[in-house]
């Protein structure tokens, strides 16, 4: 079973490889190597405001999240990660009331 | 167990309940009463060429809601109030804007409860009898039920004058109100004028239409064992994600499940704004005669509910943890259902 | 939590000399390495590296339930130790210091009895295990 989350990146714009290569160098930088096996995956990736829809698996969701907390730095310059919505049912990322103007 | 935990980390848990029926039983309804304070519809059909208006119009028609801003939450105890909308056809309302799980949250549901969800502040200042919410373990929060239609609530009561008393004093909300009128012949814009003899700011709201077609697209055939990958295509699908071209891919791993087919077009339609289980209730009518006039594998309806709203399912508390979601997924093939219900874990919090 | 490591030198000479400071802070990197800043943070509360007997080359551990995992789990990888080439192995793992050195005195006593098949006379046996068993192997053999 999966996590989705739908996440932005606040930094610079980047290539959707890049943003996934710096995830992994966060969750490095948090939990090691050992962790930085995980498996997960970009389902999509919209570079006009680099927000992507990754997909983890349960097990690993708290230290994937845990680390994209921790992220700091981004090339020596300060970034961070914005979570929109978790969920683990993927069709829910389809929107969220919460941020809907009626 | 290790004390320290260091490795083992659960996510949140969430439940998920699978069923499956015959449509005849007509028992996929049920699910959809469970659920009254919709805010997201999309549904996908595939192998369509052009979507037949009926199905577009279904939540467009008649689906029109209202926002009021502003309103002291006195006035939704004002017998007239209750005696013209409550008492008579079907009216649910929530609150918009706040967070249940740090601000008071409101909603009316469709047997006539208006119940609040205070934070401990809130709830000890206002002075209504309430029960502690069920996932908060150290009495954060406070649920109040005030029972609407009970033949002792009204004016002169002692429970009525204290009650609204005591509303008056709570924080002006902004709501959004739907109202189904008990006879056609009566318009549902009357609440609306309600509320705006009453100097309110009432705006009509619409919901929200979008139509996609997607051209060759792999749609995996409908199953029973392979329901997960199922419902995560249809996340897929409906999120316009990559469904995954074959081939090692540095990005994603995701592949439509097998077996599938390919189909020319693929059509995903959705609507977002506030609906009743009613009128959801019609849109499944509506898909269900459309199966059976034309050939299609199948048809996904997937409803979501509002994060911040005081009752999910079978008007049960709801919370928020990672998320507020309450949703359901139904499959239908031409004989078959299927629901996949999603819902809030149940535990609460530490 | 007490766990035993044998450091198994590369060249075959008996003795080994590394301070505990500097065997501490090779776990400690690799930690770091291996489980990043929470692993490093998550061991160092009650992590000792307590004891070596530089005869035996043997190592005590402490730390705590839980966070021992971490520890077990890259002792493996550990390769270099004060610029000496090394490999780790777990000999035992405890809960009590009681338990522990119970078994380094099973061990150290298999020890003897190896290097004593080895040796002809009476007194060098003695005196090897005097050595061995008072830990204080330097002052003796030298």
Not at chain 2, 247 to 266: D, K, M, N, R
Not at chain 2, 274 to 292: A, G, P, T, W
Request: neutral net charge; contains cysteine; hydrophobic residues 35%.
């Amino acid at each position: 079973m999966y996590y989705y989350l739908d996440i932005s990146f606040v930094n610079q714009d980047i290539t959707a490889a890049l943003f996934k290569n710096h995830i992994i160098t966060s969750i490095k930088h948090v939990f090691g190597e050992i962790a930085a096996a995980i498996p997960f995956d970009v389902v999509k990736y919209d570079p006009s405001e680099i927000r992507a829809i990754v997909r983890v698996t349960q097990d690993h969701y708290v230290k994937f999240r845990g680390s994209l907390t921790l992220a700091g730095y981004y090339q020596g310059k300060p970034c961070a990660y914005i979570v929109h919505k978790v969920s683990p049912l993927l069709l829910s990322l389809l929107g969220d009331s919460r941020t809907y103007v009626h | 167990m290790l004390s320290p935990e260091i490795w083992n980390f659960k996510a949140p848990d969430s439940l998920v309940k699978v069923e499956k029926g015959n449509i005849v039983n007509n028992n996929c309804f049920n699910t959809i009463q469970k659920l009254h304070h919709n805010h997201l519809v999309s549904v996908v059909l595939p192998d369509t060429l052009r979507v037949p208006q009926n199905i577009c119009e279904t939540l467009k028609n008649d689906c029109e809601y209202y926002k009021i801003s502003n309103v002291g939450l006195d006035e939704l105890v004002n017998i007239n109030f209750i005696n013209a909308f409550v008492r008579k056809g079907i009216f649910i309302s929530l609150s918009i804007n706040e967070r249940i799980d740090c601000d008071d949250c409101m909603c009316i549901t469709p047997n006539g409860f208006l119940l609040l969800s205070l934070t401990k502040e809130t709830y000890e200042s206002l002075g209504l009898e309430g029960t502690p919410s069920h996932y908060y373990n150290t009495k954060q929060r406070y649920v109040v039920s005030i029972n609407l239609l009970s033949n002792h609530f009204k004016p002169g009561k002692k429970n009525y004058d204290r009650t609204k008393d005591r509303l008056l004093t709570l924080k002006k909300m902004t709501l959004l109100i739907n109202w189904e009128p008990p006879h056609l012949d009566i318009c549902p814009s009357s609440v609306a004028k309600y509320f705006d003899d009453l100097k309110f700011d009432v705006q009509v709201c619409l919901p929200d239409f979008q139509m996609r077609t997607n051209y060759t697209i792999k749609v995996p055939n409908f199953t029973m064992d392979n329901i997960h990958e199922f419902v995560e295509w249809l996340g897929m699908f409906s999120l316009e994600s990559d469904l995954g071209g074959g081939g090692e891919s540095y990005l994603s791993t995701y592949e439509t499940p097998q077996p599938y087919q390919e189909y020319g077009q693929v059509k995903f339609l959705q609507w977002r704004g506030f609906f009743s289980s009613q009128q959801i209730n019609k849109l499944l009518e509506v898909l269900i005669s459309h199966l059976k006039d034309e050939e299609k594998p199948w048809i996904s309806l997937y409803v979501q509910g509002f994060s911040d709203v005081v009752v999910g399912w079978d008007l049960q508390e709801h919370h928020y943890y990672t998320n507020g979601d309450n949703g359901y997924v139904i499959v239908l093939n031409s004989e078959d259902y299927m629901v996949y219900q999603h819902m809030c874990s149940k535990k609460s919090y530490k | 939590m007490v766990i035993e490591i044998n450091p198994q030198q590369q060249r075959k000479d008996n003795s080994l000399t590394i301070p505990s400071p500097t065997f501490y802070q090779a776990l400690l990197k690799k930690i770091q390495e291996l489980h990043g800043d929470f692993g490093a943070a998550a061991i160092r509360e009650g992590f000792a590296a307590k004891y070596f007997n530089e005869r035996t080359r043997i190592a005590i551990v402490r730390a705590r339930h839980g966070p021992h995992k971490l520890i077990t789990s890259v002792l493996p990888f550990v390769k270099e130790v004060d610029k000496k080439k090394v490999s780790l192995v777990t000999l035992y793992t405890g809960a009590t210091m009681r338990q522990c050195f119970k078994f380094i005195l099973n061990h150290q006593q298999k020890k003897i009895n190896e290097i004593c098949s080895t040796l002809q006379s009476e007194e060098e046996k003695v005196a090897i295990k005097e050595a061995l068993l008072k830990f204080n192997s330097t002052q003796t053999l030298s």
